[in-house]
């Protein structure tokens, strides 16, 4: 009994267990973890020595209890019962602990892994994402005519490949923009003495030289002269462009003022403008503003920008030439109160052989889509930059910066 005593006294210890006790076979509690309760008699009717019993109680201090009790069989014969009440209260608050924990563990885990999935999803993206969006800005570069540019994507995958063949792809154009360009500066090339030689001819017949014309012969020769001089100037676009992607055209940079080579241009337009009806301007400070700059070709940039802005600019409209001193830079442009050009056309304004839809059939004169594509590279061949702005049917600013001597 003192073996059995011990051992219920330290297995009550458990803080879920409320009592433990032994019942001997007539019903009397012969050890008890409540040493007050040893020797009373149970009433063992209810419970028997053959079952497990499992029932609901409350305890002295009105805490629900589960009691259970077990019989005890010793050489085939039933000797009494063990019986022990828990404390559900307890183990209802060790279930809930162990809820609690594993669901902060759950959270825990799962935070972690949605970080680690959002990490590997933004990586995963990006490593999608870069590749598109080099191969998006090497298209767009490609569209404006930048064939010296490439994508080089060091990748293995179908990504790596597309770019590999658009590298190629764009290898191949350059190679045929070559040739195109080697193959129209030699038709230019020979273009210019039989045009030369016509023009001479249609000139001796319009003196009369030969003989003299009808009214009708003397009209149909000025159509021609006016077209000759058209195919020159077409020609002699067409040679400089080549020249100037070649980089076989030569810039003299040295100190130029440039309001005195501006004022000559403007001058020489005067008698077209007037005639035209269309007030020509020029609006320097009263300083002189040099810039570093090559004065012939200064002249051409001026020159293609007023002729195009006279083409465009109807009666009783205005043009402007004007220059700026802005610290490091002068800033020139020709500003015109004509028809103004689409936001849209902007990104091809200075491209080959490129006029804007909406205001070619607008122009009073064809041009040859050469003359900005010129003046972009000659103001870009002498360390300046070139743009435009636009108003819809109130007119077009082409501006360009030039660096100051």
């Given amino acids: 009994d003192l073996i059995l005593l011990n051992y219920i006294l330290s297995f009550s210890k458990s803080p879920g267990v409320a009592s433990a006790s032994f019942i001997d076979a007539q019903g009397k509690v012969v050890v008890h973890s409540d040493v007050t309760q040893a020797g009373k008699a149970m009433d063992m009717s209810a419970t028997g020595l053959t079952n497990i019993e499992r029932i609901d109680i409350t305890g002295s201090k009105g805490e629900i209890q589960t009691r259970v009790s077990v019989p005890v069989v010793y050489q085939g ?33 799962s935070g972690i892994a949605i970080l680690l999935g959002l990490i ?18 090497a298209t767009r570069a490609v569209g404006k005519g930048e064939l010296t540019y490439r994508v080089s994507l060091d990748r293995n995958d179908e990504l790596g490949l597309l770019a590999r063949s658009f590298d190629e792809m764009i290898v191949k154009l350059q190679e045929l923009d070559v040739l195109k360009n080697d193959f129209v500066s030699s038709v230019s090339h020979e273009l210019r003495s039989p045009l030369t030689a016509l023009k001479g001819f249609l000139q001796m017949f319009q003196m009369g030289i030969s003989g003299p014309l009808t009214a009708q012969q ?8 006016e077209c000759t001089d058209r195919l020159n100037h077409f020609v002699s676009d067409i040679l400089d462009v080549a020249k100037l992607e070649a980089g076989m055209y030569e810039f003299d940079l040295k100190p130029v003022d440039s309001k005195g080579v501006a004022a000559n241009i403007v001058a020489l ?15 320097f400070p009263e300083k002189e503003l040099q810039v570093k700059s090559d004065a012939d070709r200064l002249k051409q940039v001026f020159t293609n920008l007023i002729s195009n802005a006279l083409k465009f600019t109807p009666q009783g409209g205005r043009v402007t030439v004007w220059g700026k001193d802005e610290g490091n830079v002068v800033r020139f442009g020709v500003t015109d109160t004509g028809i103004g050009i689409p936001k849209e056309a902007f990104g091809k304004l200075f491209n080959k052989f490129q006029q804007v839809k909406e205001t070619k059939s607008k122009a009073k004169k064809k041009g040859t889509g050469l003359g900005l594509t ?9 360390g300046g930059t070139i743009g435009a702005e636009s108003e819809a049917n109130k007119g077009t600013t082409f501006y360009f910066t030039l660096p100051k001597y």
Avoid: C, H, W
């Fill in 77 to 109: 014969k039933p000797i009494g019962l063990a019986r022990v009440e828990y404390r559900q209260g307890y183990f209802q608050a060790q279930v809930d602990e162990t809820l609690k924990a594993t669901m902060q563990r759950f959270l825990y885990v």
């Fill in 120 to 137: 590997g999803s933004i990586l995963f993206a990006k490593s999608v994402t870069k590749p598109i969006s080099i191969l998006s800005t």
């Fill in 218 to 225: 003397k009209q149909n020769v000025e159509i021609m002269l």
């Fill in 269 to 283: 337009f005067q008698p077209q403008a007037v005639e035209e009806k269309v007030q020509l301007v020029l609006q």
């Fill in 374 to 382: 010129i003046a972009k590279k000659i103001v870009e061949g002498s």
